[in-house]
């Protein structure tokens, strides 16, 4: 008669589980400020510094270019410089998130981490 009800159980452990995640992701977004990551393009003539929310923190570009006057080259140079920087901020995302999720039974939380990693594999979109 009440076959369903053994899944309250689980419910109810879910529930906390996604509170103690709430509470992690404050902290760790507070952490991810405090991180940083570089990309450099052009052998290290342009830098950007990105921190691990991904916001642009500096950059750096070689004052000899400047003097070059090439501003082609710097355009070209700067986006892949923080294309670099925007990966390597990913990561430190995933491993903070990887490291507040490790050990819970989250329903479609591998699915998700997969997102962040950028692993769209198993999306038939990403094909």
């Given at each position: 008669m009440?076959?369903?009800?053994g899944?309250l159980?689980n419910?109810?452990?879910?529930?906390k589980?996604?509170q103690?995640i709430?509470?992690q992701?404050q902290?760790l977004s507070?952490?991810?400020?405090?991180?940083?990551a570089?990309?450099a393009?052009?052998?290290g003539l342009?830098?950007v510094?990105?921190n691990g929310l991904g916001?642009v923190?500096?950059?750096?570009?070689?004052?000899?270019?400047?003097?070059?006057?090439d501003?082609e080259?710097?355009?070209?140079?700067?986006p892949?410089?923080f294309?670099?920087?925007h990966?390597?901020?990913k990561?430190?995302?995933a491993?903070?998130m990887?490291s507040?999720t490790?050990?819970?039974?989250?329903p479609?939380l591998d699915?998700?981490m997969a997102?962040i990693?950028?692993?769209?594999?198993?999306?038939?979109?990403?094909?």
């Open positions: 009440f076959k369903g009800l899944q159980a419910l109810g452990s879910l529930l589980q996604a103690n709430g509470s992701m902290g507070e952490q991810l400020k405090h991180q940083r570089t990309g393009a052009g052998g342009v830098e510094e990105v916001e923190i500096a950059c750096r570009i070689d004052p000899d270019l400047i003097a070059k006057g501003g080259m710097i355009e070209d140079l700067l892949a410089a294309n670099q920087a990966a390597k901020s990561q430190l995302h491993e903070a990887k507040i490790e050990g819970m039974e989250l479609g699915d998700v997102q990693n950028g692993d769209d594999s198993d999306n038939p979109a990403s094909r």
